[in-house]
């Protein structure tokens, strides 16, 4: 089954600020807000203003002057035959795809104390039922056993490119396969 996940680094202090970044993202397809949920460093933060600032934080680059403000983009998204299963049993399927993410993002972020915020949607630009996460990774994290602090684009932290974006689809697909099966009682087939 085809699991499409796309990841870009973005980060600017006028177009594209962490703040925009978050609005767009919280902004459903069919004019209705989607809520922000945290993940990582922020996965305890029920406070969508306190969630948003903190994330904002996570993407300045307060460790190093030559650093540049910056966050990371991230679409997962289900198959169309998944998604509209899905879309009969919403609730289950939108907390479905929250409990995946962070297979992803821990697979993809191994070793780190990341902060990453996401918002869970059920129709795409033409309003066609579509499931997808958008998330955004601060691209500042602390390494786990040295609490030191890395840009997440950098190879000391595992930046690696294709094999990163590799680990976020495998983490991405693992996760979906088993809490939609938990969630949803779905047999999906590899």
Excluded at 11 to 20: F, L, V
Excluded at 24 to 29: D, K, L, N, S, V
Excluded at 30 to 51: C, H, I, N, Y
Excluded at 56 to 68: K, L, N
Aim: proline share 3%; with cysteine; net charge positive.
């Amino acid at each position: 089954m085809a699991f499409y996940v796309h990841m870009a680094t973005r980060g600017s202090k006028t177009t594209d600020s962490p703040r925009n970044a978050l609005n767009y993202i919280a902004h459903g397809h069919d004019d209705r807000r989607v809520s922000l949920e945290g993940f990582g460093k922020l996965a305890s933060e029920r406070d969508e203003r306190q969630l948003a600032d903190r994330f904002e934080e996570s993407c300045q680059p307060y460790h190093d002057p030559r650093a540049r403000l910056g966050y990371k983009s991230i679409t997962l998204t289900l198959p169309k035959e998944v998604s509209l299963y899905a879309d009969k049993h919403r609730d289950q399927a939108t907390a479905a795809i929250a409990a995946a993410v962070p297979y992803a993002l821990d697979r993809a972020f191994s070793g780190f104390h990341y902060s990453a915020i996401a918002a869970i949607h059920n129709r795409n630009r033409d309003g066609q039922v579509h499931y997808y996460a958008h998330v955004l990774v601060g691209k500042f994290a602390q390494k786990v056993d040295t609490g030191r602090t890395f840009s997440l684009n950098g190879a000391a932290a595992g930046n690696s490119g294709r094999a990163r974006l590799k680990e976020l689809k495998l983490g991405w697909q693992e996760g979906i396969e088993k809490e939609f099966r938990q969630r949803l009682q779905l047999g999906i087939e590899q």
